[in-house]
């Protein structure tokens, strides 16, 4: 089966539409997800983990799904607003971008996260969302949900709710960064990521990391090779594994607690300590002697 890339300026679709006036043709290749071409509003809901309103049984609202390959963009800065995304499957970037082409990450989405919220202000999206993997995007015109919660107040303080969930993040994010070391930085981000994936339903200990270093050090405010320094320290003592793009965070909570790293020659001790430990199948013992070498 061959897919079909679309991106929002070539779909010439309308975004939001009927079952009676766009029904979904059951032989439909195409670029659907996982069958589908268009999510009900109950459907969003569930994604957004919101409560649904009890919709019109006659004239249901049906929300277009996009396919992005990674690297494509979702919108771009200065685009007019037209409409919120949600991030059905795949992995995000949000990135400013200075006059110098400099590129700050803010944020990493994920299946369920909302997009385009900073177009809401002055109708230009003041970011850039970039796909690092093959995403699929649900299309929320902001007209039609301006409409719907006109029609259903519980859903539009259910979505001014989302909203403000993203908001608090990126805030909660920032705050608790800016305290810490850059070896904090990256252990609490791992943990994060681990915790965002266990929610998904994925596993929060061995993941793949769809962004680069760089990135990575764009996000924290660190460089590349303090990012790079700080992983291959951490795999070094044995608190992570890391096969290429892959990530296993070993020892969670010394990871969550951790303040600093210790010196190169306590570090060599620790992983001779954890080489030992790993040697004899003491692997319960493995976290504890860790977390004591580190704190």
């Not at 994604?47 to 919108?75: C, D, M, N, T, Y």
């Not at 700050?104 to 909302?114: A, C, E, I, R, Y």
């Amino acid at each position: 089966m061959t897919t079909a890339v679309f991106n929002t300026s070539t779909t010439s679709q309308s975004s939001v539409a009927t079952k009676s006036a766009f029904p979904v043709i059951s032989g439909e290749a195409g670029w659907r997800c996982h069958g589908n071409l268009w999510s009900n509003l109950r459907e969003v809901c569930d994604l957004l983990h919101i409560p649904a309103p009890a919709a019109s049984a006659e004239e249901e609202v049906l929300f277009q799904h996009v396919r992005f390959k990674a690297g494509q963009r979702v919108h771009t800065i200065g685009q007019d607003f037209e409409t919120l995304y949600i991030v059905n499957s795949g992995f995000l970037k949000t990135v400013l971008i200075d006059e110098y082409g400099n590129e700050q990450v803010l944020s990493f989405p994920m299946k369920g996260d909302l997009l385009g919220i900073d177009g809401i202000h002055n109708q230009h999206h003041a970011s850039e969302a970039v796909a690092l993997s093959d995403c699929d995007i649900i299309l929320l015109p902001y007209k039609t949900f301006s409409a719907l919660g006109r029609i259903y107040a519980e859903l539009e303080q259910a979505m001014l709710s989302v909203l403000s969930r993203e908001l608090v993040r990126e805030q909660s994010m920032i705050g608790m960064l800016s305290a810490l070391s850059a070896e904090a930085k990256v252990a609490r981000f791992l943990t994060n990521l681990g915790e965002r994936f266990s929610l998904l339903g994925y596993s929060g200990k061995t993941f793949n990391l769809r962004m680069t270093r760089h990135e990575i050090g764009s996000y924290l405010g660190l460089t590349l090779e303090t990012v790079s320094r700080t992983l291959s320290a951490f795999n070094e003592i044995g608190l992570i594994s890391v096969d290429q793009r892959q990530i296993a965070l070993n020892d969670i909570p010394a990871l969550k607690t951790l303040r600093r790293l210790p010196p190169a020659k306590a570090r060599m001790k620790v992983s001779e300590k954890v080489s030992a430990l790993v040697g004899k199948s003491l692997l319960p013992q493995w976290g504890q002697d860790i977390s004591v070498a580190l704190n």
